[in-house]
């Protein structure tokens, strides 16, 4: 089956502490985002890459950290300087970065900072 | 910056007639335009891409134009169904050319599909 997964679909954090969520894609995509949703407003862009060893910051970057060491995963980090980090976070892949290429997205993962 | 309005409110209509949502997009131009559903707890899955040269585009049951003079995008379900209740999500494509193109999505605006 191929598809883009995320995990784990419910995450629980203290504050302070830092946590990494997880996105894997076997579409043999080039591009990878992530995107945080809020309820009532619409999807926010974290980060973005284009490519493997590249990635930029989207339009709410401060306080998230990504890599993208294998053209498959593309893991978020929240660190503890994201001062609202409760929300619902989308990863999505699609063949090329550019928005004239449709963009794959997985089942979401709810963080929420007890 | 860029500003996207979809309708806030849900939109309820009856089984078999034709749901029309709306996209407004301000302060820029985009060249491209994205419509998406999303289900409640769930990823957006895409539906259609609009350019800005062509003025309609179908697919089944889905139609979407893109009127750059009115900066407006409509989408419609005709012989609209039950499973057609969702969260529809509009995105405009907005950068520099290119590569570097992203999407800024709109709210969404909820469909309700009454039996």
Partial sequence: DGGITQSPKYLFRKEGQNVTLSCEQNLNHDAMYWYRQDPGQGLRLIYYSQIVNDFQKGDIAEGYSVSREKKESFPLTVTSAQKNPTAFYLCASSMQGGSYNEQFFGPGTRLTVL | ?115
């Fill in chain 2, 1 to 115: 910056s860029q500003k996207i309005e979809q309708n806030s409110e849900a939109l309820n209509i009856q089984e078999g007639k034709t749901a029309t949502l709306t996209c407004n997009y301000t302060n820029y131009s985009p060249a491209y335009l994205q419509w998406y559903r999303q289900d409640p707890g769930r990823g957006p899955v895409f539906l259609l891409l609009i350019r800005e040269n062509e003025k309609e585009k179908r697919k089944e049951r889905l139609k979407v134009t893109f009127d750059t003079t009115l900066k407006q995008s409509l989408f419609h379900i005709t012989a609209s169904q039950p499973a057609d209740s969702a969260t529809y999500l509009c995105a405009p494509e907005v950068g520099y050319g290119g590569a570097t193109n992203k999407l800024i999505f709109g709210t969404g605006t909820l469909l309700a599909v009454q039996p």
